[in-house]
């Protein structure tokens, strides 16, 4: 069964320009999170989505974070304008809904996009 | 809100020696704790996890962890360690209850396994 998949694995662009993220969680996980990890800090939550619909999404820095997830499959994660501060791995896990996950929801990463902005 | 506190940045340790990662916890409510590792360019892999029950949780690679909920812990050991076990490691909670799904995590501890 393939994991949870990012792309691309490294971005460099300057400020102000636009990034995509992607990612392709598990097939059949509803749940799917964004994380991000800037500097060598702790690994910060981004925002959660239910199927298509953003459950939570209070870790999201500011409106130049915008998320989707059309169709409840894919998500895609743009940064528009980039700003330098918005360096940093950004990770994707994926999990079961809660419901049908007795052990705890445990949720699985992808490898991490690293997007450098300069 | 929840936090945690990893402790140590960096661990060097030699082969074939025990190793412990702590990690503290904070929070107002229920969590559920966890241990992930990062290899060098691939992506978390949960280590182990508590739920309920023993609190004594036995991982995967021979690593276990205990929790101690009086002092707020749950310290990752090894008794033995090798040199595929240099790594990033990081500890995480999530709320045992209520919508909210999201791990917390710690600042992470790289660990470093000498010859």
């Known amino acids: 069964e393939a994991g949870v998949t990012q792309f691309p694995s490294h971005s460099v662009i300057e400020k102000g320009q636009t990034v995509t993220l992607r990612c392709d969680p598990i097939?059949?996980?509803?749940?799917l999170y964004w994380y991000r990890r800037v500097m060598g800090k702790e690994i910060k939550f981004l925002l959660h989505f239910v199927k298509e619909s953003k459950q939570d999404e209070s870790g999201m820095p500011n409106n130049r974070f915008l998320a989707e997830r059309t169709g409840g499959t894919y998500s895609t994660l743009k940064v528009q304008p980039a700003e330098l501060e918005d360096s940093g791995v950004y990770f994707c896990a994926s999990s079961l809904r809660a419901g049908r996950a007795p052990r705890g929801n445990e949720q699985f990463f992808g490898p991490g996009t690293r997007l450098t902005v300069l | 809100a929840q936090s945690v506190t990893q402790l140590d940045s960096q661990v060097p340790v030699f082969e074939e020696a025990p190793v412990e990662l702590r990690c503290n916890y904070s929070?107002?409510?229920?969590?559920?704790l966890f241990w992930y590792v990062q290899y060098p360019n691939q992506g978390l892999q949960l280590l182990l996890k508590?739920?309920?029950?023993?609190?004594l949780v036995k991982g995967i690679n021979g690593f276990e962890a205990e929790f101690n909920k009086s002092q707020t812990s749950f310290h990752l050991r090894k008794p033995s360690v090798h040199i595929s076990d240099t790594a990033e490691y990081f500890c995480a909670v999530t709320l045992l209850s209520g919508s909210a799904r999201q791990l917390t995590f710690g600042s992470g501890t790289q660990l470093t396994v000498l010859p």
């Open positions: 508590y739920l309920s029950g023993s609190t």
């Open positions: 097939s059949g996980h509803d749940n």
């Open positions: 929070s107002s409510v229920s969590v559920y």
